[in-house]
T-cell receptor, first 113, second 110 residues
């Protein structure tokens, strides 16, 4: 079975500051891990994914995440926040080779001018 | 443009009414799923399908039916709408390497 915990339902950062959104997972099989972004009144868009191989994954819009098996974490970072990054972010896990995704409850990112 | 198309975008139902939410994809994906999104609860899986003729239940299947007669279409049926089914519904297609989501259907049951 898989589960996902996103720490912090709301995160505020200043424009230009580091963005760090936390995601911890549990999985009884090797996990595939994902981050999705949702802008207001829109569907979800894939930011990045980890399946196998390199543990540091780069995605769109300058975001990246690192898979740390020992810490069961997949935190999302961006060195410098932009106003356009304001959105809700979801972490998701699936078992390798399966198709059932389990989503976290989401983190709403606010960027302050 | 290739993607996942959901209709309608908005719907208001009375308690006890039935309706079908439509979902179609043109990417030839075998895997499709339905999620509902509620504040503070993230996305919860309702039903999914790994190919035409094959469906299975997710976390919250009660009150919903699905069928998959073609690769392209995966409709979600509400048999007798209840206020607890007020939510935003998303259809997704893809698989282990990432989903493509539709733009959602906002359903209100009064």
């Amino acid at each position: 079975a898989q589960s996902v915990t996103q720490l912090g339902s709301h995160v505020s950062v200043s424009e230009g500051a580091l963005v760090l959104l936390r995601c911890n997972y549990s999985s009884s099989v090797p996990p595939y891990l994902f981050w999705y972004v949702q802008y207001p009144n829109q569907g979800l868009q894939l930011l990045l994914k980890y399946t196998t191989g390199a543990t540091l994954v780069k995605g769109i819009n300058g975001f990246e995440a690192e898979f740390k098996k020992s810490e069961t974490s997949f935190h999302l970072t961006k060195p410098s926040a932009h106003m356009s990054d304001a959105a809700e972010y979801f972490c998701a896990v699936s078992g390798a080779g399966t198709y059932k995704y389990i989503f976290g409850t989401g983190t709403r990112l606010k960027v302050l001018a | 443009n290739a993607g996942v198309t959901q209709t309608p975008k908005f719907q208001v139902l009375k308690t006890g009414q039935s309706m079908t939410l439509q979902c179609a994809q043109d990417m030839n994906h075998e895997y499709m799923s339905w999620y509902r999104q509620d504040p503070g609860m993230g996305l919860r899986l309702i039903h999914y399908s790994v190919g035409a003729g094959i469906t299975d239940q997710g976390e919250v299947p009660n009150g919903y039916n699905v069928s998959r007669s073609t690769t392209e279409d995966f409709p979600l049926r509400l048999l007798s709408a209840a206020p607890s089914q007020t939510s935003v519904y998303f259809c997704a297609s893809g698989g282990g390497h990432g989903y493509t989501f539709g733009s959602g259907t906002r359903l209100t049951v009064v």
